[in-house]
């Protein structure tokens, strides 16, 4: 039972290495400009990966149901991160990502109107961020100090940072949506709102749509079609095929016109500040096992854990090392006490008792039992 | 009888074998078991009169078998122990002391018989807990090379005050002889009462110049000054501030050694475990009767050294 038990706790360590990894490249992927093969072996790596976390999610919390503990587990063993990185992201951002591929088109975001299109897209990335949590579960597994006091403190520190990082992104970004806070997402929509009504216009007018003239107007627009028949693409069919995946690209019709525009720049902007967002947690987190979680050791548990064998071990009478700097904290100042006066005191008293000794009736139980 | 003996016997040794008395010598292994044994008389008494062990005994006759079976079974770990350290001990400093004097190797068989004898008394081991720890892991070596280096407190009362015409390693000899013979202190008719006066085995210097006495005869080779030196080291500085620097280090040396884990190591975020004895040492100065300059030299000593 234990093995087992051990097997699934070590394959969530192995997962959240691999979403870790996953995460950033995927998003780096964007970045750089990766082709569309790699990119979607990410996609489906990251879909596993969020199916993975939403079972292990609702695994845990039946057990916890079952055991009547679902309370301790949601709020006080991190349940809400647990179901924060996992169900609203095949939910928002792998599922329909993965759907939009399987069905070999834009079907998902296509038939809303590019408006739209955008305004999903922008959700989906937002709720990107949320995997970020799933460092926060890397750091519950992290066992750096023997206290659970301390681990306690720091995990809390933690998650509250990461957690207060990521809404407040999250927050943000839909605020600014909201209000239409101008952004390079809302000057690409105001040029294509001006690139669709020229071409309204035009049809109106009974004109000619002049593709190649719009093309120039819009370095975003890929593609032209008319009837059904393309009169522009700025790439060739290879190209597509090779660099442009289903969430790359939109597009909006006008009468018989339809229009495809580049999504890259949108989502590599996007990309970019998930990076930074990545990097910012990765160095919290980093700090905080690093340098903060040997400060908190060095500064309250580890003095706390001396003062506790000096007083319940008989043989055990080292002094609390009070560092200069901190020695006015008031775990520093019991620290002085306890050298001062509980160590002396229990010395004149070890001495005139003679009492203290390593043996105990448990060491010679075998011996009385043959 | 002797097959209670025997009992007794394999009963201790395999006491002794336990692993958590692995790193201490015989005699810290000695009074850790006779410890324990009295802590845990209500619970042991019960099974130790059982037909396996001493069949109607009473707690007392058992507890006389156990400390005798003990005794015998400490001993054969102990004399070679003393034996091994005699060996190695240089005793050039008595001719150094007494050039007159017959020479050290008598010195040294004298001083094998003479703790032969007097580690029959229970008291005696008892004392002679430190300091053969003390010699055993090196605590004078450790400590002297350092005074020498220092040329501080402890090396202006051994070669100034107290006049030790000797080099470093004939006074480190010296001390060390000092701390083997400390259980002189129990020599004599009423040396237990000595002892007895107070918890922490210092003894008033008028009983010690009757220890002196007494010894001169059974050490009648040793020089005078190193039996007053062993007998002084019970005796407390704040009583008799011309106490011989010899015993001062002696008697520090050998309550450090007394509790001794050669393979204690400090936790995180403790001190040292010399720098946390010595600390605590200089607060009970008085209690012991050490000499707080020689403790505070001691502690800069380990606290420099990370010891």
Known sequence: MEHRQSFWENLVVVAIALVLIQTFLDDFAVVAGWAWAPREVLLYVGLALDVFFSVEFLTRLYFSFIRRRTGIYFWHERGWIDLLASLPLVLLSSGPAALAVWSGSTIALGRASLLNVLKVVKAIRIARVLRLLRLLKVFARIRNTDSTMAQRHVAKVATLSVTVLIATVMLLGIVFSVFDVPSLETAYQSRITTLLSTVEADLDRGAPIDAGELAARESSLLAVQREGRTVFSRFDSDYYARQVGPNDYGFAERGDVRLFFDLRPVNRDQSRSNLIYFAIIVVTIGSLLFAYSPHFALTVTDPLHVMTRGITEANYSLEVKVPRLYRDDEVFELARAYNEHYLPLKDRRSAASADGFDLSMDDVQGLLDD | ?307
């Open chain 2, 1 to 307: 009888m002797a097959k209670e003996h025997d009992r007794a016997r394999t009963f201790v040794s395999r006491l002794l074998a336990n692993p958590a008395l692995g790193p201490l010598t015989p005699l810290q292994r000695e009074e850790q078991i006779i410890q324990f044994l009295h802590v845990n008389a209500a619970a042991l008494a019960p099974t130790l009169s059982t037909p396996g062990f001493f069949p109607g005994a009473s707690w007392s006759q058992s507890l006389s078998l156990l400390l005798s079976a003990l005794v015998e079974e400490v001993d054969v770990t102990l004399m070679p122990r003393l034996e091994e350290i005699l060996a190695r001990m240089q005793f050039g400093f008595v001719a150094l002391l007494r050039p007159q004097s017959s020479g050290g190797e008598r010195v040294r068989d004298q001083i094998r018989e003479y703790l032969r004898g007097v580690l029959r008394r229970m008291d005696a081991r008892r004392v002679m807990t430190g300091p053969l720890a003390a010699v055993s892991y090196g605590f004078v070596d450790r400590y002297c090379d350092q005074m020498w280096a220092r040329k501080g407190y402890s090396h202006f009362e051994l070669t100034k005050v107290q006049r030790l015409r000797l080099g470093r390693e004939e006074i480190k000899a010296m001390i060390e002889a000092t701390l083997l013979l400390k259980p002189i202190v129990c020599s004599g008719s009423s040396a237990t009462a000595g002892l007895a006066e107070h918890a922490s085995g210092v003894v008033q210097a008028q009983y010690a110049e009757r220890v002196v006495a007494a010894a001169r005869e059974a050490l009648s080779l040793a020089p005078e000054e190193l039996i007053r030196s062993a007998a002084n080291a019970s005796v407390s500085f704040q009583e008799n501030r011309y106490i011989e620097a010899t015993a001062r280090m002696a008697a520090i040396l050998s309550w450090r050694c007394r509790s001794y884990q050669p393979n204690m190591r400090a936790d995180r975020g403790a001190d040292s475990p010399d720098k946390s004895w010595l600390s605590v040492a200089r607060r009970n100065y008085r209690f012991y009767g050490f000499d707080v300059k020689m403790i505070d030299e001691l502690y800069s000593i380990a606290a420099e050294n990370g010891w």
